[in-house]
């Protein structure tokens, strides 16, 4: 039998995304085949996404990150959720937090009886039963245990770090386990004639690089998916209608917030994202709505400190490309789609990505079924982020300007129509077995839109509504209690800093 086993693997682009990808594959193919990397210093890389959610870790626990190494060398700092501020209304604030509702041994089951008694009178607020808000909002942290007994328990953490000394420290990683960096500007694709796979890079310095599997890591040019291979892009801006975002970063003038904001604006909503030696912010809008100088006005005049250089225009388009994954090239990253950042969902993307390609990693054939499972899959992904996403510029009640106004009547996703009517008529939240935001974050969401839900699971009814009351007065205090015994954020972080191991980098 002939040994159809990839001999070689070619990224093209060394972003978050290239370097992801070859940080992992390195890890996974232990030198079985060659990898190598192209990227462009003329190019250069986006240059944001320093927001992250919880599944981080596992990406990290896989390549092998030491975690006070990774803290350290990153300026990273710990976030607990999302403060979102004057989505429903102006003014109006509400948090998004990682982890769960409730007492360490309550399930989803808590929210019933929240909404229950919400509905019976109870004016407390949600952000009340979440240990992770209630840490957030007080400029605490603490890492979660796995102690179902411990209140720390319900938490759930992930970072802000400096998007390119993530990279560095990504590509320090990988070419320890041997990826070969290559420096050029990619002038060609060559393509096999009868098959159309491509089978080389040649760089504007003549150099000729060929490979077996191709990953398109070149951010939004999508160069080999979109260019080369013609995979189609799914436009999503009729949903998702902002297009523009201008970047600055600003000098820190407080500790870290371990939270990111989001705060909505005229025409779209600015993101502060605290780092230990800046303060990363961004205006992410709809240019159908206000112009590049009003933005970047507002974006001026909200910043905490002083600014640290002019905002960085950025261009984008939501959606995705229907086929990710196409003959041998397999995109990760922005050139696979692009989801705006309310949720910070772009990483937690290319990981799912790099997930899926290592359980359907091909052979030299790449049988179409492989690629065909990749791209259901990968779809599947990208449509419940996006439905996410929606509900947050649909839901709003007060916000008068056109984007808004906009927003509030269009027309949406069958699945999110449907997943707000489940949740208004009956408090239920329901969910695909493999959906990435989870029973807290849509309840919280949901909630702090603006949607009430107007019943609850019946079930609840077997508790009496006095002992209900009881329990959750019990842990609303309790709560508060945990919130106060954690260290400061910046406590956390001190200490995990100081907790590095041995110098030695983590290898293979
Ligand atoms: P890029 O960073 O653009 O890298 C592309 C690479 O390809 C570069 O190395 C470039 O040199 C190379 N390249 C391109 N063409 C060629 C060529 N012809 N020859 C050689 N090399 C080439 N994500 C989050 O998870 N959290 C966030 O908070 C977040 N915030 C964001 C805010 C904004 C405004 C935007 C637009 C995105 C944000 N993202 C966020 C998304 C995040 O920035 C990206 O997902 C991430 O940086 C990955 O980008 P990439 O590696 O795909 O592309």
Same mark, same amino acid.
């Not at 912010?281 to 100088?293: E, H, K, M, R, T």
């Not at 008529?425 to 989870?438: A, K, Q």
């Not at 079930?459 to 309790?478: E, I, R, S, T």
């Given at each position: 039998m002939t040994d159809r086993r990839i001999r070689q693997v070619v990224i093209l682009g060394g972003g978050t995304a290239g370097w992801m990808a070859a940080a992992a594959l390195s890890k996974a193919a232990k030198r079985q085949f060659r990898i190598s990397l192209i990227e462009s210093d003329e190019i250069g890389t986006i240059g944001v996404g320093e927001a992250t959610i919880p599944t981080i870790h596992w990406f990290n626990q896989l390549v092998g990150l030491d975690e006070a190494r990774f803290v350290r060398e990153t300026q990273a700092t710990y976030k607990l959720g999302i403060e979102f501020v004057g989505w429903a209304k102006p003014g109006h604030r509400y948090f998004h937090p990682f982890g769960r509702y409730g007492a360490p041994p309550d399930g989803p089951m808590f929210l019933h009886h929240l909404i229950r008694a919400r509905l019976g009178g109870l004016a407390d607020r949600f952000e009340d039963y979440s240990l992770a808000t209630q840490a957030a909002l007080a400029g605490r942290f603490a890492k979660p245990t796995d102690d179902p007994r411990n209140w720390l328990s319900t938490l759930g953490y992930a970072y802000h770090f400096d998007a390119a000394l993530y990279a560095r420290h990504l590509r320090e990683l990988a070419e320890s386990r041997g990826v070969a960096r290559r420096e050029g500007k990619v002038a060609r694709v060559e393509q096999d004639g009868e098959t159309g796979f491509v089978t080389a890079l040649v760089t504007d310095r003549g150099e000729r690089i060929e490979g077996d599997l191709f990953l398109d890591c070149s951010g939004m040019r999508a160069l080999l998916i979109g260019d080369t291979l013609g995979s189609p892009f799914e436009d999503w801006s009729h949903w998702l209608p902002c297009d523009r975002a201008l970047a600055v970063p600003s000098e820190r003038v407080a500790p870290p917030t371990p939270f990111t904001r989001a705060t909505a604006d005229e025409a779209g909503w600015r993101w502060r994202i605290p780092l230990?030696?800046?303060?990363?912010?961004?205006?992410?809008?709809?240019?159908?709505?206000?112009?590049?100088?009003?933005?970047?006005?507002?974006l001026l005049a909200g910043l905490d400190g002083r600014p640290l250089a002019d905002p960085r225009p950025i261009r984008f388009r939501t959606g995705r490309r229907r086929e990710a994954w196409r003959k041998n090239v397999v995109a990760v990253g922005l050139s696979s789609g692009f989801l705006e950042p309310l949720e910070s969902t772009s990483i937690h993307l290319i990981q799912s990505a790099i997930a899926k390609l290592l359980s359907l990693f091909p052979t030299r054939d790449c049988e179409p079924l492989v690629a065909?499972?990749?791209?259901? *899959? %990968? =779809?599947? #992904?990208?449509?419940?982020?996006?439905?996410?996403?929606?509900?947050?510029?649909?839901a709003t009640a007060d916000r008068t300007q056109p984007l808004w106004e906009h927003c509030r009547h269009m027309m949406l996703p069958d699945t999110l129509v449907y997943k707000e009517e489940q949740f208004r008529?009956?408090?239920?939240? *329901? %969910? =695909?077995? #493999?959906?990435?935001?989870?029973e807290a974050s849509w309840f919280a969401v949901l909630m702090g839109q603006g949607i009430a839900p107007r019943d609850y699971n019946p079930?609840?009814?077997?508790?009496?509504?006095?002992?209900?009351?009881?329990?959750?007065?019990?842990?609303?205090?309790?709560i508060r209690a945990a919130a106060e015994r954690m260290p400061s954020h910046e406590a956390a972080l001190r200490d995990q800093i100081a907790a590095e191991p041995a110098p030695a980098r983590a290898v293979a």
């Open positions: 230990r030696h800046r303060t990363g912010n961004g205006y992410v809008y709809s240019s159908a709505f206000i112009g590049d100088d009003a933005a970047a006005a507002a065909e499972q990749f791209n259901r *899959v %990968l =779809g599947d #992904d990208y449509e419940a982020v996006r439905d996410f996403l929606v509900l947050h510029y649909h008529r009956t408090g239920r939240i *329901v %969910l =695909g077995t #493999d959906e990435l935001f989870r079930l609840m009814d077997a508790v009496p509504a006095g002992a209900a009351l009881a329990h959750l007065a019990q842990v609303k205090q309790a």
